[in-house]
């Protein structure tokens, strides 16, 4: 993971963003997901490599990396005397593509140390001559969970020889209370961060220099330094430990649409409220409109139903995270509710004080 602000080529939205707490007894399927990691069994070595050498100006360990209550604990310790001991995981896979990572986390509370979830092409797979170093990141700020956010994320995708977009990103919970599901969904048009099932910002390949398709690893660390990012290291001799419950995998061809795209063309904009709206007053008319079922992409506030309460959500996602639908996409239009539907839906919107 590399960061300089001269390589900054947008700022990520800086308003503070409401997110809603996973429940810590919330239950996981892994038959839905194509690769999944609970940790009931240890640490699987045909399926994660524990890192032994030296990153970040720290030296991992494999004494460090250990499941613990059915959790991967990774620890960091600043040693007096042996310096910045630190930790680190991946996926022995090193081509994944496109699809959904999902993953339950709790990040240290101690402050100065970075806790991360990432993507990275090291490997240059399918053809390519060299690594592409395609880089997707959560990174946990330990510093900045306080009482003036009270937490904070930070989000960064890079590439090699290309402009990365990085920043920060306030949220109104501290990501160290508790558990919550965190994670990314790349798609062929972009890329597009999450937590507990809300979007926090769309990376839209065409509005940027990065267009993420490189085949890659998952890996997980947690590393510390000096300066105005991390603001490490930590006290001397104080165990900090970040916490992964489970992490699940979905295959771009299982996933279904994506959320508020639903006239199911690729894209997520204005079109879409038509079709919204009809999935919404007539269900049987829009599966047998658009073939799929209407909660596939409407519900989008995750509930698993498509009703009244998804109406803000869309309206969020088509007006703050639309993303382009492909070239030459074409789509069937619910007939006469293509100029009716804006009107419906600002209406469902005005009185959602009486849901």
């Known amino acids: ?43 699987n070595t045909s399926k994660w490599r524990v890192a032994t050498w030296s990153e970040h100006g720290g030296q991992t360990g494999r004494d460090r990396t250990y499941v613990e209550d059915g959790k991967l604990n990774m620890v960091f310790v600043n040693d007096p005397d042996e310096g910045y001991l630190s930790s680190a995981i991946q996926t022995i896979k090193e081509d994944f593509g496109f699809g959904r990572w999902e993953s339950s986390l709790k990040p240290s509370d101690v402050p100065g140390v970075l806790n991360s979830m990432y993507t990275i092409d090291w490997s240059g797979g399918l053809g390519q001559q060299q690594p592409t170093r395609q880089e ?47 994670g990314f969904e790349i798609r062929p048009t972009h890329l597009e961060y999450f937590v507990n099932d809300q979007v926090l910002f769309t990376y839209v390949y065409a509005e940027n220099d990065i267009a993420f398709d490189a085949p890659y690893m998952l890996k997980y660390n947690v590393w510390t330094s000096t300066g105005w990012w991390i603001d490490g290291p930590p006290p001397p001799g104080v165990e900090t430990t970040y916490q992964i419950d489970w992490v699940g995998f979905t295959e771009l061809e299982n996933l279904g649409p994506m959320a508020a795209d639903s006239n199911v063309d690729g894209g997520r904009d204005a079109t879409d409220v038509a079709a919204f709206v009809l999935a919404l007053t007539n269900p049987a008319a829009y599966e047998a409109t658009y073939g799929v079922d209407p909660a596939a992409a409407g519900d989008v506030n995750g509930d698993g139903v498509l009703d009244a309460l998804d109406v803000v959500g869309f309206v969020t996602l088509i007006t703050n995270h639309a993303v382009p639908a492909p070239v030459g996409s074409a789509v069937p239009e619910p007939g006469t509710l293509a100029l009716v539907g804006l009107g419906a839906l600002m209406f469902l919107r005005r009185d959602r004080r009486a849901w």
């Open 136 to 182: 997707i990141d959560i990174e946990f700020l330990t510093r900045t969970f306080d009482d003036q956010y009270p937490g904070e994320v930070w989000l960064a995708m890079h590439a090699s020889g290309k402009q990365s977009t990085h920043g920060t990103h306030p949220l109104d919970l501290n990501p160290s209370e508790q558990f919550n599901t965190w």
């Open 1 to 43: 993971m590399k960061h300089s602000s001269s390589v900054v080529a947008g700022a990520l939205a800086a308003g503070l963003v409401h997110v809603v707490l996973a429940s810590p007894a919330a239950a996981v399927d892994p038959s839905q997901y194509d690769f999944f990691e609970d940790w009931s069994n240890g640490i």
